[in-house]
């Protein structure tokens, strides 16, 4: 029976329109919208005159493969209705484009507004128009005309089947099945693709392939001890020339499905032609006899996949590896599980034990890196087969070996080199024939991911992974009322009630209301973080503050699938939920509360640092904007890292690295015992905001030892060091490759643990002018400027995303663990720090030293030490004075030479990267670094603790002091004309006017240079003295004297 297909199709719900232009002279206009995508063209009924329009109607258009006649963009033009009123054509209302990539899945829908845009630049234009845009996979039920073609084929069928039987009751050759199916063409309409056609079978019609498979089907069925695996051993005898054609493999299995090799097994145990083993027209190389060396092996385990993005591996160094892909066996004398062992490079590797069907199965990949070509262990790749029965014995049931020097290379894009059948030699009279594919590839091979890999020593958790953070959702919960929830004890007494929500391990907590009449009103918004899928519920607890303890009052429980998503500020209705007794088995009512739910997709969830983000797209997918490029990251390898721990009284680092950016992270496989790891492996992301961050962190992994069970397992990952590169620094299309030092900052102080190698790309996809374009836009979502989060909530929400992040990965395959993530997205950086406070004042003052440069340069200039530059200064006051429209030119054209001059002396180092001299880390004190690193409530003795905190008395005297002295000018500045200090203020009120008078009749540019040249008299005109109005102004008064 086939199976139903689905179509998918875009639905586009139009709302409503606001605000629209009145076209129709009379003041209104009555408008509809037409709605284009893919060449399907529909429209909305009219709405007459009407300027805020409502239609509520679901438009639906087929979705096609990307085309170039047709583009992948949704146009929506809304136009007036030229029969309603007296004009005279389809008037333009405003138009809007939207890329399908914004579109999202049903049920992440939400109703969005988007302004309406010109046509052209002289059209008037304005007003909103509210679309609901997703995507429906529908069922496609299967066609049923095949059966009265069934029908008639199965009267002619019994004729000729009547005279022979005998030939039906047992499996008929591939030629013959194909004959006797040849009368019933019509029959394979109705059947389903049993097994994709060979390649000899292509040039063939589809009714002569799948006839084949059905009767098949039909005569395995009795003979079968698994009657699921035998319709795959019917097809005709095709040479193993492809490897996606066959995905026939019933038993449930860790490994991944084996492709089109298991088609020729197959057919040789159909055919029975097992002697004879032909070799004609192979590809691959030639064995050669040798003879085996029984010799240890290490058991291997069974590889799971990895998932590794195609790429062309341009900015890493290639490493070549000799691989081995051993994929079945058949004429084994033998009923036990066989395995395959491999002595390859100097390494002897065993393979899970084979899975029996009809043949034994492996379907594994070994990869062995090929460090020399001088090797001695190098020249010779031997496979053999052995048996393992229930003894620890294991019986030799033949071999393979292989020169090197004859495997061919291969390097993508090549195909894939098919798998063919060897005879194993030295195994007896009853040998049998393994089928296996050997060449040499680069880590670039489409087998890489799944293989067995020598630096990685097969470990099940050094594999390397592409992982995805989970969405995530700003869920904003507002508290409204509450009413009939007055305890019957507490008729005649103010009562205080409270809602505590929860949702996982969060928990908020309203303010306490006080009522009298059983009904309390809060208007409180609480802010959770929710991630998808959204399975969890948002549990509402009223609770009454009683003398002794809190009472609850009622719960209710609702499932985050039933609240509303939304992705601007638009007002969210309301509901009641009534409130049931958590305790009791009947739901009682207990009274109800009012609450206003929402999903707040306009906002950008952040689990990074501010300074370090690597995404600031909203959580809805409809707002996001277009791509501009792609960063390629090549994580080549480490030097000289440090022993992180000791086995076996030996020294051992085994490092992996983690780059994350945006939601993706990606894990490269962790090279095992080796201070100089190398990984070549190169990943890309798509860039959305060039001020970002890419975050690379290298680790030591202690997942080596989860296999032995042993205790070493649960130590966590440490910490080598970690490199930040900004997208922005990057010139587009040049590639970065640079050395960085590693450095991890402890109590103890810094440490170097290394150095790792990268390189970097971006790749420009878009114009210049939109990424320019990108710099004038805000950085985070409209939502964070309209309803702002303030910074401690902010945080807060920052560390349970955090946790929520850390707890979704750590439940991967292998696993990112906690402490590897908090690493990667500095979830300790806003801890107090004495070394930090020294760091960003050093920072303020280089910032304001530019400042103090040009005012000491202005106090040498006002005392004549260079007179030729306060002479050229005088005449520039002249200039500005007398010209004042040259005042900003001048200082645009200075500021553009001092830009143009500082071009010279540009960094032309690598990439930015820690600065130990910035951080202040070779200068810090212990005991600070001691303090940073304490956790909180501190764990240290009583009287460091003490003397910490008198250090941090002596610090917040200083502070108070300059805050006093900061509010003092100021209280200054105020009694100037407060009439504090009465005869300040008269002599400064009165000195005001005698100005202004001055002004009214000296014209202004004769009092700029006056005051201009009296600046910069000499000093020979000066006293030593402080000027009167500075006297005058420290003798003002101030609110310090009132301070108790």
């Known amino acids: 029976m086939q199976m139903a297909s689905t179509v998918r199709k875009l639905k586009v719900e139009v709302v409503e329109a606001r605000n629209l232009v009145p076209k129709d002279g009379h003041g209104t206009s009555s408008p509809y919208v037409q709605l284009d995508f893919y060449g399907q063209r529909k429209k909305t009924r009219t709405s007459e005159r009407n300027l805020n329009p409502t239609w509520n109607e679901v438009l639906e258009f087929n979705v096609g493969k990307p085309s170039q006649v ?57 007003g909103d128009l509210g679309l609901r845009i997703y995507y429906v996979d529908e069922v496609v039920p299967p066609p049923s005309p095949p059966p009265p073609p069934i029908e008639e084929v199965k009267p002619e069928a019994p004729p000729p089947a009547e005279p022979a039987p005998p030939p039906e009751d047992q499996p008929k050759p591939p030629d013959e099945a194909g004959k006797q199916a040849d009368p019933a063409p019509p029959a394979n309409a109705d059947k389903p693709n049993e097994e994709p056609p060979a390649d000899q079978a292509q040039a063939q019609a589809a009714a002569i392939a799948q006839p084949e498979a059905a009767p098949a089907v039909e005569n395995a069925a009795p003979d079968a001890e698994k009657p699921t695996e035998e319709p795959q051993s019917e097809p005709p005898v095709v040479p193993p020339t492809e490897e996606s054609k066959d995905q026939v493999d019933p038993p449930p299995a860790t490994e991944p499905v084996q492709l089109g090799p298991e088609i020729e ?50 900015l890493v160094d290639k490493m070549h590896y000799l691989f081995v892909r051993v994929v079945k066996a058949r004429l084994l004398p033998t009923n036990g599980n066989p395995v395959v062992k491999i002595a390859a490079s100097g390494y002897d590797v065993i393979s899970k034990p084979a899975r029996k069907t009809n043949l034994f199965e492996w379907g594994q990949t070994f990869a062995f890196l090929r460090q020399s070509q001088d090797h001695s262990s190098s020249s010779i790749l031997e496979v053999s087969v052995w048996d393992t029965p229930s003894s620890q014995d294991r019986d030799f049931l033949g071999g393979i070996c292989f020169d090197v020097s004859d495997i061919p290379l291969r390097d993508p894009p090549d195909s894939p080199l ?80 409270q809602v505590r929500a929860q949702l996982g391990f969060q928990v908020l907590k309203t303010k306490l209301s006080v009522s009298r009449n059983g009904t309390s009103s809060w208007n409180e918004d609480l802010m959770f973080v929710a991630a998808e899928p959204m399975s969890d519920h948002l549990i509402f607890t009223v609770e009454s503050r009683q003398p002794k303890a809190l009472v609850t009052i009622g719960m209710a429980s609702i499932p985050l699938t039933a609240i509303e998503r ?113 990984w070549n492996e190169q990943y890309t992301w798509r860039v959305y905001d060039p001020c970002t961050v890419l975050t690379v962190g290298v680790f030591d992994s202690w997942g080596v030892f989860e296999t032995d069970g042993s205790k070493e397992a649960t130590r966590p990952d440490f910490r080598i060091g970690k490199v930040r590169v900004r997208i922005s620094t990057l010139q587009t299309g040049r590639v ?40 004038s836009q805000p950085l985070l979502p409209l939502m964070h400027h309209i309803k702002p989060l303030g910074m401690v909530q902010q945080e807060m929400l920052r560390n349970t995303a955090v946790k929520i992040v850390s707890v979704h990965l750590s439940r991967s395959e292998p696993p990112i663990r906690r402490e590897v993530v908090l690493y990667m997205l500095d979830a300790d950086s806003q801890a107090f720090s004495m070394r930090k406070v020294r760091v960003n004042w050093f920072r303020v003052i280089n910032v304001i030293a530019g400042l103090i440069d040009i005012a000491r340069w202005m106090h040498d200039t006002r005392l004549w030490k260079n007179p030729t530059a306060t002479i050229l200064v005088h005449a520039l006051l002249v200039m500005l004075v007398w010209f004042p429209d040259l005042i900003v030119p001048t200082l645009a054209f200075y500021v553009f030479v001092i830009g143009v001059w500082n071009y010279r ?44 905190y008198d250090k941090l008395r002596m610090i917040g005297a200083r502070v108070q002091t300059s805050l006093g002295d900061f509010a003092t000018q100021g209280e200054r500045l105020q009694a100037l004309v407060t009439w504090r200090d009465p005869r300040a203020s008269g002599v400064f009120v009165g000195l005001c006017f005698v100005v202004a008078m001055i002004l009214y009749m000296v014209p202004s540019k004769m009092v700029a240079m006056a005051l201009g040249f009296y600046y910069l008299r000499h000093p020979i005109f000066r006293d030593r003295m402080p000027s009167p ?13 009132r301070i108790m």
């Open 905 to 948: 002396f540009r960094s032309r180092d690598p990439l930015p990267h820690f600065d130990p001299k910035i951080s202040l880390v070779d200068t810090v004190d212990r005991d600070e670094l001691d303090e940073e690193f304490d956790g909180l409530p501190s764990n240290r003795p009583d009287k460091m603790v003490r003397a910490r």
């Open 418 to 497: 098919a798998p063919q059948w060897y005879r194993l030699e030295e195994g007896g009279p009853h040998g049998g024939d393994l089928m296996l594919a050997t060449w040499v590839g680069t880590q670039a091979d489409e087998a890489f991911p799944d293989a067995w890999k020598t630096d990685t020593a097969g470990n099940v958790n050094s594999r390397a992974k592409v992982y995805q953070s989970p969405k995530l959702w700003y869920l904003r919960a507002t508290v409204v009322e509450a009413q009939d929830i007055l305890p019957l004890t507490a008729l005649n007494e103010d009562a205080s009630f």
């Open 736 to 775: 970065y490759r640079n050395m960085y030092p590693l450095y991890v900052l402890s109590n103890s102080g810094k440490k170097k643990m290394g150095e790792v190698e990268i390189a970097i790309k971006f790749i420009r996809e878009a114009p210049t002018l939109d990424i320019l374009h990108v710099y």
């Open 566 to 678: 939304r992705v601007d500020d638009r007002k969210v209705a309301s509901r009641w939920f009534s409130l049931e007794d958590p305790n009791g088995e009947k739901r009682d009512y207990k009274g109800r509360v009012q609450l206003r739910l929402c999903f707040d997709g306009g906002y950008h969830v952040m689990d990074e640092a501010a300074h370090v983000c690597s995404d600031f797209r909203p959580t809805a997918r409809q707002l996001w904007k277009p791509q501009i490029g792609n960063v390629v990251l090549g994580v080549i390898g480490c030097k000289n890292l440090m022993p992180m721990k000791t086995i076996n009284g030996k020294g051992s680092t085994d490092a992996y690295c983690v780059a994350k950016y945006g939601s993706k992270w990606v894990r490269t496989r962790t090279v095992c015992d080796s201070l100089d790891p190398k």
């Open 265 to 314: 097994m197959m057919a040789a145990s159909v055919t029975q032609s097992v002697p004879e083993v032909k070799f004609a027209r192979s590809n691959g190389p030639q064995p050669i006899k040798t003879p085996f060396a029984q010799q240890s092996f290490t058991t291997l385990d069974p590889t799971q996949s990895m998932t590794i993005e195609p790429s062309s591996f341009d």
């Open 1029 to 1041: 109005a500075l006297n005058f102004f420290r003798r003002l008064p101030s609110l310090s004297d």
């Open 70 to 126: 047709f583009g992948d963009m949704l146009e929506v033009d809304v136009y007036h209705d030229k029969s309603c009123g007296p004009t005279t054509r389809n008037n333009f209302l405003g138009r809007i484009r939207l890329n399908s990539t914004q579109f999202v899945s049903k049920g992440e829908e939400a109703l969005i507004y988007f302004p309406l845009e010109k046509k052209n630049l002289f059209s008037w234009i304005q």
